[in-house]
């Protein structure tokens, strides 16, 4: 055989060990001479997304997208724990639970807020695994969405990855976990509501879908402020709160901007409490 040739079909019988040390559940040992033969293995059932999972495989590679192609952002070790929201060609789409990740946003499309806060200020900004422009998007903000700041990256900002934004596993290498401490097998609830004082007259006659617009106006305005810890979002989060209770169930178009609303809502409250000088 050529040296060339020779080359060539060694790397061939390499590549598929190298895609199964972290994308791929590696085959199973060839049953011993004389064992009966298995039946054909079905599908595994999986539970309804989302549900907990922990990582059953070694150097298990998180991706950008659902497939060997797209940046592996970490390597997962095996135990670790995943949310699964979804699935797209064998892919498990996943958060991470036991670690920090980041995504990055082109600094001039955010605003700083204090408190380690930047303001979306356009819409669809995109949201990319690393620092460049050929990075990979894997989630958009809207203007007015809060994103916290995890680190400078010259002109880029690092930044923790909001709700709308997650990852993917090969699905052979989850596996669906009991409930324990800590994670659940049902959806995640959003971030607990803080007490708000409403500041506005409530009008009693507006129908839900005024309601959602006008709530959408209070957060933006809010949001404007230079300062996270001026932003008060409780007038805008009882509006939300109001249409959801009274929006019918011929309307599915309000009831999904309310419930959008409110979710952006508390995301908002949340990083408004946890960061340093945002009120308790």
């Keep these: 055989m050529r ?5 060539i079909v060694l790397a061939c019988a390499l590549a598929p060990a190298a895609r199964a040390r972290g994308d791929e559940p590696r085959p199973a040992d060839p049953a011993p001479a004389g064992a009966p033969a298995a039946d054909s293995a079905a599908p595994r059932p999986l539970p309804e997304a989302p549900y907990a999972g922990t990582v059953s495989g070694e150097g298990v590679n998180l991706r950008a997208g659902p497939g060997t192609s797209y940046e592996a952002l970490a390597r997962l070790a095996p135990g670790e724990r995943v949310l699964v929201v979804g699935e797209t060609f064998g892919w498990l789409r996943v958060r991470a639970v036991d670690r920090r990740l980041r995504v990055y946003v ?3 499309l955010v605003a700083p807020k204090g408190g380690g806060a ?7 900004v995109n949201l990319r695994a690393r620092p460049a422009l050929d990075a990979t998007v894997v989630g958009q903000a809207d203007r007015g969405d809060l994103l916290r700041l ?8 690092a930044v923790e ?9 090969h699905g052979e290498l989850i596996r669906p976990a009991a409930a324990g401490p800590g994670v659940g097998t049902g959806p995640v609830p959003g971030p607990a509501a ?14 839900p879908g005024r309601k959602v617009r006008r709530a959408h106006e209070l957060y933006l305005a809010e949001v404007a402020k230079d300062d996270l810890d001026l932003m008060d979002f409780g007038p805008a989060l009882r509006l939300f709160e ?23 809502v508390q995301a908002a409250e949340a990083l408004r409490t946890g960061c340093p000088g945002g009120r308790e």
């Design 3 to 7: 040296p060339r040739t020779a080359l």
């Design 106 to 108: 082109h600094k001039e």
């Design 118 to 124: 930047l303001a979306v200020e356009r819409d669809r």
């Design 150 to 157: 995890v680190e400078d990256a010259g002109e880029w900002a």
């Design 161 to 169: 990855p909001p709700a709308s934004v997650a990852f993917y596993v």
């Design 194 to 207: 803080a007490p708000h004082v409403d500041l506005r007259p409530r009008a009693a006659g507006d129908p």
């Design 242 to 264: 109001e249409a959801l209770r009274e929006v019918g169930p011929d309307d599915p178009e309000t009831r999904r901007a309310a419930l959008d609303g409110l979710e952006r």
